[in-house]
Antibody
Framework: EVQLVESGEGLVQPGRSLRLSCTTSGFIFGDYAMAWVRQAPGKGLEWVGF??????????QYAASVEGRFAISRDDSKGIAYLQMNSLKTEDTAVYYCTRWGSGNSHQYFDYWGQGILVTVSP | DIQMTQSPSTLSASVGDRVTFTCRASQSVSTALAWYQQKPGKAPKLLIYKVSTLQSGVPSRFSGSGSGTEFTLTISSLQPDDFATYYC????????FGPGTKVEIK
């Protein structure tokens, strides 16, 4: 059974950093690109970014709202994806979902999602 | 960036109704269009990808159609479990979600 489980601290002050982890099981992690999607309270879904698995010409891409502040990485040996969030703003408050590309490295639709983790950025 | 819109924002319907809602892209996304269902407090669930391909395990009452910039999701006979919010997503250029359509009990 495919499982994605997010973890990390839930409350952080503006300007600080936070790293989320996504621990996976039930599939060959190295065969799939992974992505992060967030949802602010009461709002819709917002794509954050992705990281393809190797070898790929383009490894990572990010939404304009997080470009330069957020970074996605992965440890294929452990089956874990990470979202490093720096210079956090109050508007980054959201539930963050770890997701798996449904097609390996080809097409960015998301067939499996984690349960989500609430990140609150507040003074 | 490709912008996505959905209509209506809210739809009131009864069990057994046939419901259709629309997703529009600001430019062509070819067939790179997916639909998700989300219930309160839960992660979204993939229903359809590549416009009309049903994800494994999704009931056949769900169907998708369209191409280019206009797409529809149809539920042929609404069931109690279908009251939720539905999002479309383009994945032709990076990824963008629509704002969602909430299906409520009439």
């Amino acid at each position: 059974e495919v499982q994605l489980v997010e973890s990390g601290e839930g409350l952080v002050q503006p300007g600080r950093s936070l790293r989320l982890s996504c621990t996976t099981s039930g599939f060959i992690f190295g065969d799939y690109a992974m992505a992060w999607v967030r949802q602010a309270p009461g709002k819709g879904l917002e794509w954050v970014g992705f990281m393809r698995s190797k070898p790929s010409a383009v490894i990572t891409q990010y939404a304009a709202s997080v470009e330069g502040r957020f970074a996605i990485s992965r440890d294929d040996s452990k089956g874990i994806a990470y979202l490093q969030m720096n210079s956090l703003k109050t508007e980054d408050t959201a539930v963050y979902y770890c997701t798996r590309w449904g097609s390996g490295n080809s097409h960015q639709y998301f067939d499996y999602w984690g349960q989500g983790i609430l990140v609150t950025v507040s003074p | 960036d490709i912008q996505m819109t959905q209509s209506p924002s809210t739809l009131s319907a009864s069990v057994g109704d046939r419901v259709t809602f629309t997703c529009r892209a600001s430019q062509s996304v070819s067939t790179a269009l997916a639909w998700y269902q989300q219930k309160p407090g839960k992660a979204p669930k993939l229903l359809i990808y590549k416009v009309s391909t049903l994800q494994s395990g999704v009931p056949s009452r769900f169907s998708g159609s369209g191409s280019g910039t206009e797409f529809t999701l149809t539920i042929s006979s609404l069931q109690p479990d279908d009251f939720a919010t539905y999002y479309c997503q383009q994945y032709d250029a990076y990824s963008t979600f629509g704002p969602g359509t909430k299906v409520e009990i009439k």
